[in-house]
């Protein structure tokens, strides 16, 4: 299955990590104070997921809007 960015920011949260966990592949994957950050690349795009490691709460599943922040996360 072929997904557009803009295509996987229409869906909800919970939807939005099933699509990354189902098509993406990780490339990254960081702990950060207290959370997971993880990096995955689907089609021609990169989605950050964290997840508040004290809760156990997905928080975020958006789409990278500038791929240098890759390299940010290299040097942590």
Do not use: A, W
Not at 37 to 56: A, P, Q, W
């Amino acid at each position: 299955m072929k997904l557009t960015r803009g295509e996987f920011c229409q869906f909800n949260l919970t939807t939005r990590f099933r699509l990354v966990r189902e098509l993406g592949k990780n490339i990254l994957k960081k702990k950060i104070k207290m959370r997971l950050v993880s990096v995955y690349k689907i089609s021609d795009f990169y989605v950050e997921v964290y997840l508040d490691l004290t809760s156990h709460r997905l928080e975020k599943v958006e789409p990278v809007k500038n791929v240098r922040i890759l390299e940010v996360y290299d040097n942590l």
